[in-house]
């Protein structure tokens, strides 16, 4: 008899989004006339850098004829890319990592729900509350993790870790020691950073514990603070106890081409076997490469054209955050991120939940937010914006909430 794997059947249903997109066409419906803005929005929205649409154009073209045509794409990336990203992100920041410890993928969620599968199911695991679902869902999927608990609104089995105010929105130690431990800075949703003698402290409890983190900076490009480091390999002895994540996404605009990658240094061992091996034999098997195509996109966002353009980019998003963050202060409101994150994490007014002040904003400014709820049990009382919209749309949502 066929059985199916039921630790599957303790997820709890994606909801957030449907909810959303659901209240709003509800109002919309009855409100034709509003016009709504949307700043709940995570995808980017600034079209691809010229650069990168040159490179694109370029390899297209290589395609077409049979002497420059590409097929399969090795497994771990083409060497370019692999010595672009060296070179760029780690050695030119004093950070030793090899050409060959960098494996490309398809992006950034991929990696994040497929590293789990290199561990044992018996490993505990430590996210964040709030946290990027993809982190508790994959182990959840694996078996990590007992059933949901209703009442604390989380999986029993996990160690969740608090970021709120009192901690300045940063995980604290937790009383168990966790085997694998997953940390995202720049945060989503909270917007929050850490500074490498934070994140040295995380990385000398790992090393200490004999715990794996698990990395992921898919929004390093918007730091601004010079003690906020971009990599933990910039922190010492992280080479023995993290690995990295990395997306084109949000840094380049790769949201819809697809690019990514996870590094896994030759140094980190545990159980007496190297994870660098263990995750070149999962990447080999079940991956066959990300389009060359997209790689050759990937390595013009190095060229100095390219950095030149999404620098630009990158400010125009963060002139919103800027717009949000300032406006909403002076509206009274308390805030927080927007300073080295695209997001914007602010405590909702009058102790309303996260869902009421979703209601609240949408039908007095007719703006659109994230309910922190949705992000995990202590996400409640807070509310997630972004700064991917337009800058006319940012200005325009903030002096309706400034004027409500
Ligand atoms: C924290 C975090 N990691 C990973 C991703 C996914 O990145 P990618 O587009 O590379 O799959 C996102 C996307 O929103 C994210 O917020």
Redesign the pocket.
């Known amino acids: 008899m066929v059985t199916v794997n039921r630790n599957y059947l303790k997820l709890q249903g994606s909801y957030l989004f449907s909810n959303i997109a659901g209240k709003v066409n509800a109002y919309q419906e009855v409100n034709p006339e509003n016009k709504i803005i949307r700043l709940g929005i995570?995808?980017v929205t600034q079209p691809l850098a010229p650069s990168i649409i040159e490179a694109l154009h370029k390899a297209v073209e290589e395609m077409a004829h049979a002497e420059t045509f590409h097929g399969y794409a090795p497994d771990l990336g083409y060497e370019f890319l692999r010595n672009t990203i060296a070179e760029n992100d780690y050695r030119e920041r004093g950070c030793e990592i090899m050409p060959d410890e960098i494996f490309i993928s398809?992006?950034?969620?991929?990696?994040?729900g497929n590293i789990q599968e290199i561990f044992g199911t018996d490993n505990k695991v430590a996210v964040c509350d709030p946290v990027?679902p993809?982190y508790v869902d994959t182990n959840v999927m694996a078996g990590r993790s007992g059933e949901y608990n209703t009442s604390r609104e989380n999986f029993d089995g996990m160690i969740y870790m608090p970021c709120r105010e009192e901690n300045g929105f940063l995980p604290e130690f937790p009383k168990e020691i966790p085997d694998l431990i997953y940390l995202?800075f720049p945060?989503?949703p909270t917007g929050s950073a850490i500074t490498k003698e934070q994140l040295q402290r995380w990385v000398d409890y790992a090393n200490k514990n004999g715990s794996v983190i698990i990395y992921?900076a898919?929004?390093e490009a918007y730091i601004s603070r010079k003690e906020v480091p971009h990599s933990i390999y910039e922190c010492k002895g992280a080479q023995t106890c993290a690995i990295e994540?990395r997306?084109?996404?949000?840094n380049a605009g790769?949201?819809g081409v697809?690019?990514?990658f996870t590094v896994v240094p030759k140094a980190l061992e545990r159980d007496g076997v190297s994870l660098h091996s263990l995750w070149a034999r999962r990447h080999g098997t079940k991956f066959n490469g990300a389009p060359y195509i997209v790689q050759r996109a990937g390595e013009a966002v190095y060229s100095p054209q390219g950095k030149a353009e999404l620098k630009d980019q990158i400010a125009y998003y963060m002139r919103n955050a800027g717009v949000i963050r300032e406006g909403l202060k002076a509206a009274g409101y308390s805030v927080s991120g927007g300073v080295d994150a695209p997001y914007i994490w602010m405590k909702t007014p009058q102790s309303m939940s996260s869902w009421e002040f979703f209601d609240y904003l949408l039908e007095k400014a007719n703006v659109v937010g994230t309910p922190g709820s949705g992000f995990g049990a202590q996400g409640e009382g807070y509310f997630r914006l972004t700064a991917f919209g337009t800058y006319e749309n940012t200005l325009e949502a903030i002096d309706r909430i400034g004027k409500l």
């Open positions: 995570g995808d398809d992006g950034a969620k991929s990696d994040s990027y993809v995202c945060n989503n992921d898919a929004y994540l997306s084109f996404s949000k790769f949201t697809r690019l990514g």
